[in-house]
C-alpha cells in the first residue's frame, strides 16, 4: 500500500526567510504525481505544486520549489521568501497515474509566519 | 468557473440520527472524490464517481454511509445511525480526469456528532 509520510506536524519561519518542508513516501509504482497542498484555516485545500515521477527536473511554481529524489522517495517543499499569507497546513500527496487516482495524504504540517 | 461547493458547511448531530451532504463540482468535471480529514490529519479517500458510476469505494466506508451521484452532476453523502467516531470534516473534490487529473476541493463540511 501507498503510505505518505511528514515527520514534522509544525513549523515555523520568519518572514522574508525560506523553510523546508519534509515528505517521504513509499510505493512500488514506477510513474506516479506528487503534490503539495495548502489548507489555511477555514478555507479550502489548493494546490501548491505538483511532480511528474518521470520528470528529473523539479518542478518550480514561483516562490515554490520541490526537491524531488526519486531513488531515496523524497519530496520537500521550499518556501522561498516566506509571506504571512503563507501560514497554513501542508500537506503532501501521492497519487498513481492509473484507476480512481485517489490521492493519497500525509498527516500535514503546520506552517506559522512570523512577523 | 464557481468552484465545487459544499452544503452544509456545518453540521452538529446527536447520535443516531442521519444526515445528508451535498456536493456541486464543477459542471464539466466527470470525476468526484469524497474524502474525510479528522482533526490533525490529512484527508483520506472515501469514494469516486465517474459520472454516474461509483467506480471505488475505500474500506473506511462502512454500511452505514452512502453516496450518490445520479445525474453524473451533484453527489450526496449519507450517513445513517451516526456515531461520534463519525466526527470529522468530509470533503469534497471534482477533476476532468485524464493524466493531470487535478483535483480541486470544495470547503468541506465539518460535522459534530454529540
Known amino acids: 500500500a501507498q503510505t505518505v509520510t511528514q515527520s514534522q506536524p509544525e513549523m515555523s519561519v520568519q518572514e522574508a526567510e525560506t523553510v523546508t518542508l519534509s515528505c517521504t513516501y513509499d510505493?512500488?509504482?514506477?510513474?506516479?504525481?506528487l503534490f503539495w497542498y495548502k489548507q489555511p484555516p477555514s478555507r479550502q485545500m489548493i494546490l501548491v505544486i505538483r511532480?511528474?515521477?518521470?520528470?528529473?527536473q523539479n518542478a518550480t511554481e514561483n516562490r515554490f520549489s520541490v526537491n524531488f529524489q526519486k531513488a531515496a522517495k523524497s519530496f520537500s517543499l521550499k518556501i522561498s521568501d516566506s509571506q504571512l499569507g503563507d501560514a497554513a497546513m501542508y500537506f503532501c500527496?501521492?497519487?498513481?497515474?492509473?484507476?480512481?487516482?485517489?490521492?493519497?495524504f500525509g498527516q500535514g504540517t503546520r506552517l506559522t509566519i512570523n512577523p | 468557473d464557481t468552484g465545487v461547493s459544499q452544503d452544509p458547511r456545518h453540521k452538529i448531530t446527536k447520535r443516531g440520527q442521519n444526515v445528508t451532504f451535498r456536493c456541486d463540482p464543477i459542471?464539466?468535471?466527470?470525476?468526484l472524490y469524497w474524502y474525510r480529514q479528522t482533526l490533525g490529519q490529512g484527508p483520506e479517500f472515501l469514494t469516486y464517481?465517474?459520472?454516474?458510476?461509483?467506480?471505488?469505494k475505500s474500506r473506511l466506508l462502512s454500511d452505514r454511509f452512502s453516496a450518490e451521484r445520479p445525474k453524473g452532476s451533484f453527489s450526496t453523502l449519507e450517513i445513517q445511525r451516526t456515531e461520534q467516531g463519525d466526527s470529522a470534516m468530509y470533503l469534497c473534490?471534482?477533476?476532468?480526469?485524464?493524466?493531470?487529473?487535478?483535483?480541486?476541493f470544495g470547503p468541506g463540511t465539518r460535522l459534530t456528532v454529540l
Open positions: 473534490a471534482s477533476s476532468l480526469g485524464g493524466h493531470r487529473n487535478e483535483q480541486f
Open positions: 510505493t512500488s509504482e514506477s510513474d506516479y504525481y
Open positions: 511532480q511528474e515521477a518521470y520528470k528529473q
Open positions: 500527496a501521492y497519487r498513481i497515474i492509473q484507476g480512481a487516482q485517489k490521492l493519497v
Open positions: 459542471s464539466e468535471h466527470n470525476r
Open positions: 464517481f465517474q459520472n454516474e458510476a461509483q467506480l471505488e
